[in-house]
């Protein structure tokens, strides 16, 4: 495995976020978030989660929220990470947590770059999985996030299949405790 990036500490994942004018409604968010994340990833026993990329990665997941809050955030957080060297872990995290990840198909019909976006590791698995808890800053049950987003541009096969690959997440995640 390759040698594993130095993490920034938390009160620099925030600052930045403040440096890069990220809105202040998403940085709320980005706290939530990571607290979340590290509930679902402080009750798994069954694997080694790093808690600390989860609580930075969580900080920093929307941090391309600074540019568009459309799709390509997931891909402008990525390239901000890299171009400031703080690792290919975060900036995986950034990529990976749209909806429940998205694959070639999903990625073309977005506007992003044809190539799966999917959370693959744990840490992206439960970032991807404690954002969709987190509606705003207000936690809300998966169903009712897939609810929402259904009512607001229908039962699309790119949002059905989110809630698919959500659910699967979610029972994985559930299988390690
Ligand atoms: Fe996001």
């Given at each position: 495995?390759?040698?594993?990036?130095?993490?920034?500490?938390?009160?620099?994942?925030?600052?930045?976020?403040?440096?890069?004018?990220?809105?202040?409604?998403?940085?709320?968010?980005?706290?939530?978030?990571?607290?979340?994340?590290?509930?679902?990833?402080?009750?798994?026993?069954?694997?080694?989660?790093?808690?600390?990329?989860?609580?930075?990665?969580?900080?920093?997941?929307?941090?391309?929220?600074?540019?568009?809050?459309?799709?390509?955030?997931?891909?402008?957080?990525?390239?901000?990470?890299?171009?400031?060297?703080?690792?290919?872990r975060?900036?995986?995290?950034?990529?990976?947590?749209?909806?429940?990840?998205l694959?070639?198909?999903?990625?073309?019909?977005?506007?992003?770059?044809?190539?799966?976006?999917?959370?693959?590791?744990?840490?992206?698995?439960?970032?991807?999985l404690?954002?969709?808890?987190?509606?705003?800053?207000?936690?809300?049950?998966?169903?009712?996030?897939?609810?929402?987003?259904?009512?607001?541009?229908?039962?699309t096969?790119?949002?059905?299949?989110?809630?698919?690959?959500i659910?699967?997440?979610?029972?994985?995640?559930?299988?390690?405790?």
């Amino acid at each position: 495995m390759a040698r594993e990036e130095i993490l920034p500490s938390s009160d620099f994942a925030f600052d930045l976020l403040k440096e890069l004018r990220v809105p202040y409604n998403v940085r709320r968010h980005s706290l939530k978030v990571a607290d979340k994340a590290i509930d679902l990833a402080e009750k798994i026993k069954l694997k080694e989660i790093d808690m600390n990329l989860i609580e930075i990665g969580g900080l920093l997941h929307d941090i391309g929220r600074c540019k568009t809050h459309g799709f390509k955030h997931a891909l402008i957080g990525a390239k901000i990470i890299r171009e400031k060297g703080l690792g290919e872990r975060l900036a995986r995290i950034c990529e990976t947590h749209i909806l429940g990840g998205l694959d070639k198909e999903d990625a073309k019909q977005v506007g992003l770059p044809e190539r799966d976006f999917l959370p693959q590791t744990l840490e992206e698995k439960i970032i991807c999985l404690a954002d969709k808890y987190i509606a705003g800053t207000k936690e809300v049950s998966i169903e009712q996030r897939f609810e929402k987003w259904f009512s607001k541009y229908g039962k699309t096969p790119i949002l059905t299949k989110a809630k698919e690959r959500i659910e699967k997440i979610q029972k994985e995640i559930e299988d390690l405790e």
